[in-house]
């Protein structure tokens, strides 16, 4: 009988069963899909301080900054570049508000540096004219996010004494078992699994896992689209360049379409062009609108992209809470059943914090930072 079970094998699942198997304990890991076949296969990868307040989200995605350059270390084979990301402001005023909030979060540990309008094309030589300016976030950075969920399950399951990671792919969960209130493993379509623990890294449907145990845990699906461009020969952008109304889009309650484009490339030379938000339910229909927008804005950062083919487009379903935190800790009212889930579009980012703090609650340690913010039962009971 494992120690625990993690239910999910996407970058926040594998994380967990990572961190968990390194403290020693024994895992398995079961996904309906392949590993990383949720939305973690459907990410761009940027690993970002730079589009956070200050809060408890700044504080996750600090604490995992410094856990994936860890990782990149130790594991590797994932495409970890710590490029930095710049972002620029169109006009005097926005890049006034961007330098002010620079400020705060530099208070908090966020490293920043101020770019003049002249100093952009020091650093992006390509970038339109005519900007107002910008900040360049050192610690931003990227990872291929399947090449991660998969690197980080298999050193897992070769590396740490005591602890064994197994993962088992096309097992659904539909059922927990119980004794009295305590979870204690889940029910599948291919039989029960006794555990300790459960995790449940379902990520977008992680509130209808939870609903399996009857608690409620409101994660909703938050649609996005990212464009992938034909292989350049030569680098055309070097770091993760957006504007500063992607840090709006991010934040925004809206249910509505937000298109805003991070432009970035990558290490096989084509260029990422991400990503819309709009709250879509689990709809799947390629928006050629959406994907007009993307490209434009894409191409008002960098005329140098206008001409060049796009060769894929790909959308996901970002996992949402209304209060846009994820959610992260035991549930008090399913004692045994801990959660990991609702990441909204910062899930690759936020991972490793997530893994390393549900490690240290499993193993019985005082976690490195104060989860109340993330508690699963700060929702109450009313249904939407
Ligand atoms: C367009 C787009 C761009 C994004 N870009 C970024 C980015 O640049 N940086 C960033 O940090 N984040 C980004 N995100 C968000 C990020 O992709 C997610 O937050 C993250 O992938 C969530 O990972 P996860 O492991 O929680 O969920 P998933 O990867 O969805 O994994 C959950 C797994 O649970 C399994 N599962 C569900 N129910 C069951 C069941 N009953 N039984 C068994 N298995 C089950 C699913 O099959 C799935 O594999 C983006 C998202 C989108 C859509």
Redesign the pocket.
């Known amino acids: 009988m494992p120690d625990i079970v993690v239910?999910?094998?996407?970058?926040?699942?594998?994380?967990c069963a990572y961190h968990a198997a390194r403290a020693g304990l024994d895992v398995e890991v079961?996904?309906?899909?392949?590993?990383?076949?949720?939305?973690?296969?459907?990410?761009?990868?940027?690993?970002?301080v730079s589009d956070k307040e200050p809060g408890p989200e700044l504080d996750l995605a600090l604490l995992s900054n410094r856990l994936w350059r860890d990782l990149a270390d130790h594991v590797g084979g994932f495409e970890f570049e710590a490029k930095g990301g710049l972002v620029v402001a169109e006009t005097a005023e926005t890049l006034r508000g961007l330098t002010a909030a620079a400020a705060l979060t530099g208070k908090r540990g966020v490293e920043h540096v101020t770019v003049t309008a002249d100093e952009l094309s020091d650093y992006e030589p390509h970038l339109a004219e005519g900007l107002a300016g910008g900040v360049l976030y050192p610690q931003d950075a990227?990872v291929q996010?399947m090449l991660a969920?998969a690197r980080l399950l298999r050193r897992g399951a070769g590396s740490f004494g005591a602890g064994a990671l197994a993962v088992r792919t096309g097992?659904?969960?539909?059922g927990f078992l119980r004794d009295g209130d305590r979870v204690t493993g889940v029910r599948?379509d291919r039989g029960d699994i006794l555990a300790g623990a459960v995790v449940n890294?379902?990520?977008?449907?992680?509130g209808?896992?939870a609903a399996?145990a009857g608690v409620r845990v409101p994660v909703l699906p938050?649609?996005?689209?990212?464009l992938v461009t034909e292989p350049l020969d030569r680098p055309l952008v070097r770091h993760k360049v957006y504007t500063a109304a992607y840090v709006t889009a991010v934040a925004s309650d809206s249910a509505g379409l937000e298109t805003s484009a991070?432009v970035e490339g990558t290490p096989a030379g084509t260029v990422l062009i991400?990503?819309?938000r709009e709250r879509a339910g689990f709809d799947r229909a390629l928006s050629v609108p959406v994907l007009g927008r993307l490209a434009a804005q894409a191409v008002a950062l960098f005329p140098a992209l206008a001409g060049r083919r796009v060769i894929r487009a790909?959308?996901?379903?970002?996992?949402y809470c209304p209060d846009h935190l994820p959610v992260i800790g035991e549930d008090p009212r399913a004692p045994g059943l801990y959660h990991?889930?609702?990441?909204?579009?910062?899930?690759?980012?936020?991972?490793p914090a997530t893994g390393h703090l549900i490690a240290q609650l499993l193993a019985g340690h005082r976690p490195d930072l104060d989860l109340a913010p993330f508690r699963p039962d700060r929702f109450g009971e009313e249904h939407p």
Do not use: K, M
């Open positions: 239910v999910g094998a996407g970058i926040v699942g594998a994380a079961v996904d309906r899909g392949p590993v990383a076949g949720g939305t973690t296969g459907a990410g761009e990868g940027n690993v970002l990227q996010p969920a097992v659904t969960v539909t599948t890294a379902a990520g977008t449907w992680g209808e896992l399996l938050r649609r996005g689209f990212v991070v991400g990503a819309s790909y959308c996901g379903f970002r996992p990991a889930c609702g990441h909204e579009g910062a899930g690759i980012g936020l991972a």
